[in-house]
């Protein structure tokens, strides 16, 4: 057994009374939802604005809808929250002194946005000059403090659920990033481990220029469901997670991706949640313009989720090295990450 101090980190098993997730390695994941509904109800029920025409404030919230959690992977904390949360609004216009309500939506409550970028849609029950007025009042002033308060929400969210995620190592720092406790220790298994496995030869041919194809197949088992599968595919924070950050990923009809530095880019060409995706798909080192498609079937079997690829159109000379650039950059990692498998191999 290797030393602490010596070799890869990761390997390594730590004196440590709780004997889990050694060096903080696997994907910990602690749920928020319930104190992230309570909190949010009690964050908007306080929103009030006042000015020269009237005032309004938020009477009630009827509905929120989504979940929030707090995840630990390698000594990094990752935030994932996403709600749709419906009230009513309701307020006095000074010059009638009569009473108006109204309903919002908050749609668009997630780590995708910052809090400036959330949208609150307003209106009003009555279709009235005075009731016009106090909606267009609750839809700006008040959504300025819909946002101020939500983004209360998202750093208390952080400060509650950031405690005690990530375990405390041999040194006993429970703050300090992983690879920065370890930054004067020579690691390069784990720097070739991190690398994508891509072809070393450049971009060759012509557009138009016709080359030889093959078909890749592969069938993968994961010990997940397939909600869990189909969302570490699709699911821009969880892709990040195992393809590293800056990436370009919009899992929609038509919207194109870019991954790995931008040594994978393509298309979404079809998505039907839990059970398939469709993508065009290219290696920057194949010929300039020259698109596979990729597809990916997802089904239950006997308590694992079996995921079968079905790839036309890859350069014959790039055939094998495609296939190793799934199991190593896509499967095996996912495996390591979400706890997919045991088998790290």
Same mark, same amino acid.
């Given at each position: ?68 959690? %707090? ?35 908050? *749609? ?94 450049? *971009? ?21 469901? %397939? ?13 990040? %997670? ?17 991954? %790995? ?25 194949? *010929? ?58």
């Amino acid at each position: 057994m290797a030393k602490w101090g010596e070799g890869d980190p990761r390997w390594i098993v730590e004196d440590r009374p709780d004997a889990t997730n050694v060096n903080n390695w696997h994907w910990v994941e602690k749920n928020a939802t319930s104190w992230s509904k309570d909190k949010i109800k009690e964050l908007l029920k306080s929103v009030k604005i006042e000015s020269e025409k009237g005032s309004c404030e938020i009477k009630e919230i009827t509905h929120i809808e989504g979940e929030a959690s %707090a995840n630990n992977r390698k000594a990094k904390l990752i935030f994932f929250y996403e709600f749709e949360i419906k009230g009513e609004w309701s307020g006095i216009l000074n010059e009638d002194q009569k009473s108006y309500k109204g309903k919002f939506v908050i *749609p668009n409550l997630s780590e995708e946005y910052e809090p400036k970028e959330i949208d609150v849609n307003v209106t009003a029950d009555k279709s009235c000059d005075e009731a016009y007025q106090l909606k267009e009042l609750f839809r700006t002033q008040g959504t300025e403090r819909i946002r101020e308060q939500l983004a209360k929400y998202i750093a208390d969210l952080k400060s509650e659920y950031g405690q005690n995620i990530i375990l405390p190592t041999k040194a006993g720092n429970q703050d300090q990033p992983l690879a920065q406790q370890n930054s004067n220790i020579e690691n390069k298994p784990k720097q070739e481990l991190n690398k994508f496995v891509t072809s070393n030869t450049k *971009p060759q041919g012509e557009v138009g220029v016709r080359i030889s194809t093959s078909k890749l197949t592969m069938t993968e088992d994961f010990q997940c469901q %397939a909600s869990d599968l189909y969302r570490a595919l699709t699911y821009k924070p969880m892709v990040e %997670a195992y393809m590293g950050g800056d990436i370009i990923f919009e899992p929609a009809k038509g919207e194109r991706f870019s991954l %790995a530095g931008g040594n994978i880019v393509g298309e979404f060409v079809e998505l039907i949640p839990e059970k398939l995706i469709v993508q065009r798909w290219r290696n920057k080192s194949w *010929p300039c313009e020259h698109y596979s498609e990729v597809t990916l079937e997802i089904s239950d079997k006997e308590g694992t989720t079996k995921l079968n690829l079905t790839q036309t159109g890859v350069p014959s000379s790039e055939i094998e090295k495609t296939r190793e650039g799934w199991k190593e950059n896509y499967w095996n990692r996912m495996r390591q990450i979400f706890g997919f498998g045991s088998r790290i191999f």
